[in-house]
Structure formats: structure tokens, C-alpha cells
């Protein structure tokens, strides 16, 4: 199983970045897929997820309204859309795949099964 971030770099205070995430190795549409990210000194934190299915996502609190989690099965990819990027937003984000939703346990990194190996996202004030 492989799961290869993408679209991480250095952006401006109010700025946009997409990331990316292939997946290979697994069947892609059955599993749940999240973004966690983690900034130096700091734990492992939620980010967003988003059903096998597609048809229903979760965010943090502190990215509502300005990341949207997206996947597209066809391709074997999820995607992150980061909007109004604040400096706060600064950490190593990854991917991670596995079956989460169907006991609500999304934003726990322990329940993922397979892990990318992360970008790193840094925003400048």
C-alpha cells in the first residue's frame, strides 16, 4: 500500500493550496480517507475526512469553511482544497486511509491503517 502527498509549499497569509493524495495498493473506494497534520512540537492533529462513498465529509473546527476534502475514486485519489491559509495553518500534513466512519472514529489518527508520507505546508504572514 502507498499513499503519496502532494501540493504542499509555501503560500501567503489569505493564499491557496491544493493537496493531493495518490493511493495504490488497496482497494481505494472502500476506505475512508483522512488529513491529519502536525507542526513542529505538536501533536498529530485532525484535519478533515471524507466517507468511502464520497457523500460525507468532516472538518475540524479550525478549518471550517476554508479546506474541503474531496475524493475521486476513479482516479484513486483524495484531495484537500485549502483556502484563506493562515500562518497557524503551517505543519506537515498527511494522508492516511482506513475504515473509520462506520464506528465515528474519523478524527482518530489511531484508527487509519495506512499512512502517506507527508508535505509540508508553510504560510508566511
Known amino acids: 500500500v502507498q499513499l503519496q502527498a502532494s501540493g504542499g509549499g509555501l503560500a501567503q497569509a489569505g493564499g491557496s493550496l491544493r493537496l493531493s493524495c495518490a493511493a495504490s495498493g488497496l482497494p481505494f473506494s472502500t476506505y475512508d480517507m483522512g488529513w491529519f497534520r502536525q507542526a513542529p512540537g505538536k501533536e498529530r492533529e485532525f484535519v478533515a475526512a471524507i466517507h468511502w462513498t464520497g457523500g460525507t465529509t468532516d472538518s475540524a473546527d479550525s478549518v471550517k469553511a476554508r479546506f474541503t476534502i474531496s475524493r475521486d475514486n476513479a482516479k484513486n485519489m483524495v484531495y484537500l482544497q485549502m483556502n484563506s491559509l493562515k500562518p497557524e495553518d503551517t505543519a506537515v500534513y498527511y494522508c492516511?486511509?482506513?475504515?473509520?466512519?462506520?464506528?465515528?472514529?474519523?478524527?482518530?489518527?489511531?484508527?487509519?491503517?495506512?499512512w502517506g508520507q507527508g508535505t509540508q505546508v508553510t504560510v508566511s504572514s
Open positions: 492516511a486511509a482506513g475504515r473509520t466512519y462506520y464506528r465515528g472514529r474519523y478524527h482518530v489518527p489511531e484508527e487509519y491503517l495506512y
